[in-house]
Nanobody, 125 residues
Framework: QVQLVESGGGLVQAGGSLRLSCLASGRTFGTSAMGWFRQAPGKEREFVAAISWNSVMTSYAASVKGRFTISRDNAKNTVYLQMNSLKPEDTAVYSC??????????????????WGQGTQVTVSS
């Protein structure tokens, strides 16, 4: 079983930056693709970014491309989401997700087996 714990959320002004972290327990982290998703109040969960197990492949939602960067450190069992130029519409609960079995596409939530509890990101205008 893998547990995921997010941290790094908070309140920031528009144009500011935050870095989210997701610490994973379990031996399979280094071979698992990881993703970040977000859910705003009254909205459906949406894909933000994903990264392959070896960091060779990354993908981003169009709404965050060029502003957010996903990365990982397999030695630390951690995946990161660097968020720059934040906008009020980025306000949401951000959750990381991991795969037990490799599946595609990584932008689809149902391809992930493990989920964290989420961390709140609030961007004020």
């Amino acid at each position: 079983q893998v547990q995921l714990v997010e941290s790094g959320g908070g309140l920031v002004q528009a144009g500011g930056s935050l870095r989210l972290s997701c610490l994973a327990s379990g031996r399979t982290f280094g071979t698992s693709a990881m993703g970040w998703f977000r859910q705003a109040p009254g909205k459906e969960r949406e894909f933000v970014a994903a990264i392959s197990w070896n960091s060779v492949m990354t993908s981003y939602a169009a709404s965050v491309k060029g502003r957010f960067t996903i990365s990982r450190d397999n030695a630390k069992n951690t995946v990161y989401l660097q968020m720059n130029s934040l906008k009020p519409e980025d306000t949401a609960v951000y959750s990381c997700a991991g795969q037990r079995t490799p599946r595609i596409p990584l932008s689809i939530a149902t391809t992930y087996d493990y989920w964290g509890q989420g961390t709140q990101v609030t961007v004020s205008s």
